[in-house]
């Protein structure tokens, strides 16, 4: 992983974003059509750099050749779903009338989108999320830039010199540098797309109100799981272990907090320990060798190992790992937690998975919505009733029953943050609308010289005018 020190300055991204504006209009009047050829051909372009794309993410985030594999393929996925998908979606609408009224006067909804999207994303999956949140925008029409994180510029810049290797029309780019640059972003889009901390989430929100741009936010979380005492033990035990330490527990939808009823939670602790202690950890190369590689930062080893430091001064056990070794944190299993432990409140973002004992399921729930948080959560039963009814009171965009993390490989689904999480959705038929404006258009089916409501005022025709108003608005004889 190398910092990007190139910035782009304000004029820069201000001469950029000009450029994809005046390239727009063209890229939205090629139609779905042909927009779709372009996007079908990116996939095969993606698809075909596939492995060239997963080494280099793999040398810049460290991530295992599993976990690096998965992101190309998952974009090709997104394209497919919404090339099927757009045709349902941004097709004009006719309506009819809602009132007597209004019968002379045929009326259209058109779907129209904003010209420039930007997209600021963060660095644990970095190809996914500079992709999937543009591939929506470009099949509605924008044009979009991307900001990817410093952290991790170099996969994302490749996959968009890609879109021009293609000669698909100039209507991608990719924007360089640190904070800075995503600020400068925000001061120029249409529409800005976000993916990051919460913190920088709010100093987006605030620039965009200022701006009066519409905005959609995918920010932090502290996913809960629950397992409930009649659960298929062996398989929560093998979901959270992947859930906590996927990726190095680097995903905004890890499972950060374990809730288990009593009757399973001797079970629960000795199978996870024995599972977290048969993970291969290590520097990862291009093979399947290896289930958890190390952190991105130094900054992000800092915050592993002060929550796990902060568990133990306050009465946690360390039933497995612990130890960390440069940028490598052995998968670690907490037992005995609380939640006045930061581990169980901040965002670790690390591979820490902390296991709470709880009463039952009305106190597991209580603890789980016990945070200003709302991504996903997941729960464990064998009773579907119950696994329902713990999915209505939980306070979280997803739950998964019996799965970690499943719903983000569910393109038809929304994936929203609730709470601090998140403003807005991304995915489903809502991850492609947002980045249109409906444009309602009106024609008369008759004309003549003037209408009832026009100039000139007078009893005659005002008074027939109200009448049949008051008549209209009473509704028709079923509505009363
Ligand atoms: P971050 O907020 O530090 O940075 C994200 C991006 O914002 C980077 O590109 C950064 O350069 C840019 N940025 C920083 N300050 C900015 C500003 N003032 N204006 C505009 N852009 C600015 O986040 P990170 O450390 O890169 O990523 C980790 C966070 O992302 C975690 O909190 C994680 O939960 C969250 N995340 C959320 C999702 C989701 O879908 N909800 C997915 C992945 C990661």
Redesign the pocket.
Known sequence: MTTETTVASALDVSALVADLRAAQPAWESLGLEGRGYWLRRYRTWLLDHADELARSLQEETGKTWVEANIEAPYVADVITYYLRRAPHLLGERRHRAHSPLTLPKRQVEVRRPFPVVGN??????PLA?SLIDVVPALIAGSAAVV?????TPNTVRTAIDGWAAIGAPPVLACVSG??E???A??DEVDFVQ???????GR??AQRAGERLVPYSL????KDPLIVLADADIERAANAAVWGAFCNAGQ??TSVERVYVEAAAYDDFLTRVVAKTRALRVGTPGPDFNLDVGPLVSDAQVEIVSRHIADAVDKGARVLVGGSISGKLVQPTVLADVDHTMNCMRE?T?GPTMPIMKVDDLAHAVALANDSEYG?SASVFTRDARRAREVASRLEAGAVNVNDVFANLFTATLP?S?WKK??IGARMGDHGLLKYTRSQAVVTPRITPRRELQWYPYSRLRSGLMLRALRWAAGGLPGDR
Do not use: D, H, Q, Y
Not at 147 to 151: A, D, F, R
Not at 194 to 200: A, D, I, K, Q
Not at 218 to 221: D, V
């Open positions: 600021i994303t963060p660095w644990n999956f999320l900001k990817p994180s410093e952290l640190a904070g640059s995503g600020a972003v925000v976000f993916t990051g901390s919460t913190r920088t100093a987006i995918e920010l932090g979380g995903m905004c965002e973002f991504l994936m943050g999480s998140g």
